[in-house]
């Protein structure tokens, strides 16, 4: 046998007797080669075994008591594969296989020493043909259910390693190509795989200057509706990087994550594909390593359904994933309102208790017909919504791909909804009329914004309820554009009888009447009201006639009470001890007058008084 071949020995059959029975196999030519596996009844039968070299050694020990068939094992030799041990090279050459050497496939299998992982780097590799592959599983045997990965055309070379201190690799069908590789040991702790539908990554302090890696493979019989939510409990030092597949390829970055965020989010990712979290060592002189044993990075994955729904029920509350909490990044959710028609047109109303989406991220709300079709984020609610049709699609999307996160808390959304017998969003003027015989349940906003900037515009209106009955506050109306505004107070409702004309404070006026087949016809006249230029409050709401000067603060900033009439005089409030201005100043001019009195006027009286009885004589004219 060349001496640069190995031997591949395949198990066809394995019948022993009982556990006394056994076939030892060892890697080399005598009892004294390193041992490779021990068979015994029960063994799997799908185990391969290879050697290092040209030779194999086997050893069958049976007792005298029990007999069974045996075994049948199946050798050949192979010019690529074999067993390697504690760091080396590893490759298949089509071209270099010898004159006569016809081979496809190969098994190479990898071991290093206890307390360690096999870690792979394949630097080149040829496809040929194009359905040649290679593929990497954890432990010494080609168990699907631990298949690391598989390298094939188009795939990005990428770096692959094991849990446990031994991996198998398989190279099948190359008749034509190659590929070069080489492995070494890693200390165990710093890079992890796992499968199935649930696990979790705990790194230590002890490998924050090392480059470290956790790969979520797809788990068995994962579906397109299935996605993986990452959570990452806590990140400290350095720098992590989530990606949506195995490989560590930039267009399938989702987020990076720096040592600012002590807490991560949750991530959404799609269970078929795969996903990749990488801890990177940035040696920039301002991380802050934390001390040996503690750890740096705490992460979970468990496997769900993707975040879509069907809403059927009349009514209901719709939520962004993980609400109150903070949303998931990389989430694209679609809600469906699909309700049952509650008459033969029926409408949808939503309004939201709720509201605080990523400028970078949205919910997109589309009606069945497209008569509404918004986009929104931000902090502030929205304005309620009625559709003009039975359906409607809400899509809330927070994928930011390689985007770095900042620590701002996103609560998303929540909003209730109701299938409603009649209503609508009106912004011309008109009027709405209600059948109770058919219409229950009618919600309407009435809006009219400005057309033009400087503009403002109010709705006015009255409504008329004819009938016999009425029930108490089934009639409701709202100074806004929503169920959150005030409501207005429009007093008793007189039957058949037109309301006073009103006027809302801002540019919509929200409607409800809830009525029974039994109650009054509504019927509510709007039309647009164009705000005079000089009659605005000083905080540009549109100040109604009756508003000045009538002791209230109706504007809300007090301008429709500046310059109003005031009487002269008012007595001061009864009990009140204090002085007031007038008579303050009054007693302040009198003090002043008596002082010029006494200092100027007294000592010219004085001296006057004194000199009177000796007056000047003078000679009298002849």
């Known amino acids: 046998m060349d001496a640069s071949t190995t031997l591949i020995a395949r198990i066809i059959t394995l019948d022993l007797a009982d556990d006394y029975d056994s076939i030892v196999v060892k890697d080399g030519r005598s009892k004294t080669s390193p041992s490779i596996v021990k068979l015994t009844k029960g063994f799997d039968t799908d185990y391969v075994i290879t050697s290092s070299g040209d030779s194999l050694w086997f050893e069958f020990v049976s007792d ?79 168990d699907p259910a631990l298949m690391i990965d598989s390298l094939a055309t188009g795939t990005a070379l990428h770096s692959v390693f094991s849990n446990s201190n031994q991996m198998l690799v398989t190279a099948e069908g190359f008749s034509k190509g190659q590929f ?34 956790w790969l979520i493979h797809p788990p068995a019989g994962a579906t397109e509706s299935e996605l993986f939510a990452l959570d990452i409990n806590h990140i400290s030092a350095s720098s992590l990087k989530i990606y949506n597949s195995l490989a560590a390829e930039e267009t399938e970055l989702v987020v990076s994550l720096n040592n600012s965020i002590q807490s991560g989010p949750s991530v959404y990712l799609s269970a078929t594909k795969g996903a990749r979290v990488d801890y990177i060592y940035l040696d920039k002189g301002s991380t802050k390593l934390l001390d040996v044993g503690s750890d740096i990075v705490d992460a979970s994955f468990t496997v769900k359904k993707a975040c879509e729904r069907v809403y059927t029920a009349k009514n209901g509350t719709i939520s962004s994933p993980s609400f109150p909490n903070t949303y998931p990044l990389n989430a694209e959710c679609v809600y469906a309102l699909a309700a049952p028609a509650v008459s033969s ?13 990523n400028d970078a991220h949205s919910l997109k ?40 996160l900042q620590q701002t808390p996103l609560q998303g959304f929540q909003a ?8 609508g969003m009106m912004n011309i ?30 709705v ?62 509504l019927m509510l006249n709007y039309t647009v009201y164009k705000c005079p230029k000089g009659a605005l409050c000083a905080n540009g709401i549109c100040m109604h006639d009756d508003w000045k000067c009538n002791g209230e603060n109706d504007c809300g900033d007090g301008s429709d009470e500046i310059n109003c009439n005031i009487p002269p005089t008012q007595a001061p409030p009864e009990g009140s001890t204090g002085v007031s201005v007038g008579l303050f100043i009054g007693v302040l001019a009198i003090v002043v007058v008596l ?28």
């Not at 002082?595 to 004589?617: C, D, G, H, N």
């Open 416 to 423: 209730n909804y109701e299938i409603l017998e009649c209503g």
């Open 365 to 404: 709300i589309v009606d069945g017909n497209q008569s509404i079709s918004t986009k929104l984020n931000g902090n502030s609610l929205p304005n309620d919504i009625v559709t003009l049709h039975d359906t409607m699609n809400l899509t809330f999307t927070s994928q930011t791909k390689g985007a770095q």
């Open 345 to 357: 047109i029926s409408h949808i109303y939503m309004t939201f208790n709720a509201f605080q989406i």
């Open 460 to 521: 006015q209106y009255s409504f008329v309820l004819n009938g016999t009955k009425y029930k108490a506050g089934s009639l409701e109306l709202r100074d806004g554009p929503s169920v959150r505004n005030a409501t207005i107070n429009f007093g008793k409702v007189v039957l058949n009888k037109t309301s006073t004309v009103n006027l809302t404070r801002g540019d919509t006026l929200w409607v409800k009447y809830a009525a029974d087949n039994e109650s009054a016809m």
């Open 180 to 213: 070069a590789a080489k492995f070494e040991p890693t200390v165990v702790g710093c890079k992890q795989n796992s499968w199935g539908r649930s696990d979790s990554y705990t790194l230590s302090g002890d490998f924050s200057k090392s480059n470290c890696t």
């Open 595 to 622: 002082t010029v009195i006494v200092t100027v006027l007294a000592p010219k009286m004085w001296k006057r008084k004194r000199s009177a009885p000796y007056q000047e004589f003078h000679e009298a004219d002849a």
């Open 429 to 458: 003027s008109g009027n709405v009329t209600t059948n109770p015989a058919s219409q229950s349940n009618c919600i309407w906003i009435i809006s009219f914004p400005p057309l033009k900037t400087g503009d403002v515009n109010i």
């Open 64 to 142: 005298d008591f029990l007999s069974a068939k045996g075994f049948v094992i199946n050798i050949t030799s192979q010019y690529f594969g074999g067993n390697f041990y504690n760091g080396s090279s590893i490759s298949w050459d089509s071209a270099t296989l010898p004159v006569g050497v016809v081979q496809t496939s190969a098994t190479y299998k990898l071991a290093v020493t206890e307390g360690n992982q096999v870690y792979v780097t394949v630097t080149n590799a040829t496809f040929l043909p194009a359905d040649s592959k290679i593929s990497f599983y954890d432990g010494d045997r080609a």
